[in-house]
């Protein structure tokens, strides 16, 4: 593997197609704002370096970067790449990540309005992220210690999985498929509206008028807080701990609490069979 270091430059594609190389102690930036540093690489790694140059790593496959800065000049940084190791760097250019398969970050930095959008196989470690809009419609994704703070998170995502990790978030998870979530805190007021296979366990939900218009719905020994107007039309099967505000017409299953609450049924526009019931 042949080294490229101590490189200083702002050309156009400057490393277009580099194979089986290391990039190490690179600076691309500069006034010639040249675009698609390392389009089309094949088999690199790149070492303690920094971008402030559009779209550094599009079409790569087989890559690892290590103690990398992406600064908010690097707009699209990682599109249609493949097969990707990304550890200790810092992503802070929108759009980060579109299109990719089978990268795993650990130990990042990520502040990207649009990240992991149109992606699969994606998985996040010990990692921070502020993104307004993350993972939309993507698949196979899993968080593992994530510390996020967003708004429209996880919007149309199947088969994602999230444990140890605090998100403060908004409209999270609308429109999921098979979402499991576990030993996490989650603060958003409507949660997870329209999911489908949504699992809760040991989980800390903060938020208003949460987990309504779900199907297949599980709660596994979750707290609620803030959580007025529950489970609107949701088929669910809850276990908390603890109690809410109050439960709205749930469509069908079973609400279990530690103490009474307040169970709005009117107004309906369905059938609604649900049952609230306190832990004997």
Not at 111 to 119: D, H, T
């Amino acid at each position: 593997m042949r080294e490229i270091v101590n490189l200083h430059t702002d050309e156009e594609r400057a490393l277009y197609h580099l194979t089986d190389a290391a990039v190490k102690n690179c600076i691309f930036d500069g006034p010639a704002d040249g675009e698609s540093v390392l389009k089309e690489a094949r088999n690199i790694v790149v070492e303690d370096t920094s971008f402030s140059l559009r779209y550094p790593l599009w079409h790569v496959h087989d890559f690892t970067v290590d103690r990398v800065t992406m600064d908010e000049k690097t707009r699209a940084a990682l599109w249609y790449d493949t097969n990707g190791t990304i550890r200790d760097s810092k992503l802070f250019g929108v759009k980060a990540v579109r299109e990719c398969s089978n990268i795993t970050l650990t130990n990042c930095d990520v502040e990207s309005v649009e990240f992991g959008w149109k992606s699969d196989h994606i998985s996040l470690i010990d990692t921070s992220v502020v993104s307004e809009y993350i993972f939309l419609d993507s698949r196979d994704i899993t968080l593992q210690n994530v510390r996020m703070q967003g708004k429209y998170s996880f919007q149309y995502v199947e088969n994602l999985t999230i444990t140890d990790s605090n998100l403060d978030t908004k409209d999270a998870f609308w429109h999921t498929k098979n979402v499991t979530v576990k030993d996490s805190v989650i603060m958003g007021e409507y949660l997870a509206w329209f999911s489908d296979g949504l699992t809760l366990i040991n989980c800390r939900i903060i938020g208003t008028q949460p987990l309504c218009y779900c199907t297949n719905l599980k709660l596994v020994n979750c707290t609620m807080e803030e959580a007025d107007l529950s489970f609107e039309y949701s088929d669910v099967d809850a276990d908390i701990r603890g109690t809410v505000i109050s439960v709205k017409n749930p469509k069908s299953g079973t609400i279990v609490l530690d103490a009474p609450t307040e169970v709005i049924m009117e107004d309906a526009v369905m059938e609604c069979t649900g049952v609230v019931k306190v832990r004997a």
